[in-house]
C-alpha cells in the first residue's frame, strides 16, 4: 500500500514563501511520477507542477511558473514544491499525488493512483 503524506503548509503574507514536502512510503519510490496539486474553495482541484521519476522533466501550470520549482528526493522518497512570491490566489490545500508508470509525468488528475490528504496554505494580504 503506497502511501503520501504532505506537510509544510501554512499561513503566510503575500510575497512571502513556503516549502511543501511530500513523504511517500513505496519500496520503489524513483519508479513513481509525482505531482502537485491544489483546489481553492468552490473550485475544481487542478495541476500544480509535476515531475518525472527521476525528475528530469517537469511541468508547471502558468499561474506559478517562474514562482514555484518541484523537485524530488529519491534516497529521501520525498517531493518538494517551493512555493515563492505568494499571492492570495495560491490560497488553496494542496495535494500530492503518485503513479507508478511511465517515464515521463501527468498532468491530468486520473492518471494518478495515490493521493495524500492534503496540506492547507493560506495566504493573507
Known amino acids: 500500500q503506497v502511501q503520501l503524506a504532505e506537510s509544510g503548509g501554512g499561513l503566510v503574507q503575500a510575497g512571502g514563501s513556503l516549502r511543501l514536502s511530500c513523504a511517500v512510503s513505496a519500496r520503489t519510490f524513483s519508479t513513481y511520477a509525482m505531482g502537485w496539486f491544489r483546489q481553492a474553495p468552490g473550485k475544481e482541484r487542478v495541476i500544480v507542477a509535476a515531475?518525472?521519476?527521476?525528475?528530469?522533466?517537469?511541468y508547471y501550470s502558468d499561474s506559478v511558473e517562474g514562482r514555484f520549482t518541484i523537485a524530488r528526493d529519491n534516497a529521501k522518497n520525498t517531493m518538494y514544491l517551493e512555493m515563492n512570491n505568494l499571492t492570495l490566489e495560491d490560497t488553496a490545500v494542496y495535494y500530492c499525488?503518485?503513479?507508478?508508470?511511465?517515464?515521463?509525468?501527468?498532468?491530468?488528475?486520473?492518471?494518478?493512483?495515490?493521493w495524500g490528504q492534503g496540506t492547507q496554505v493560506t495566504v493573507s494580504s
Open positions: 515531475i518525472s521519476r527521476r525528475g528530469a522533466s517537469k
Open positions: 499525488a503518485a503513479e507508478d508508470s511511465g517515464t515521463y509525468y501527468y498532468t491530468q488528475e486520473g492518471r494518478y493512483s495515490y
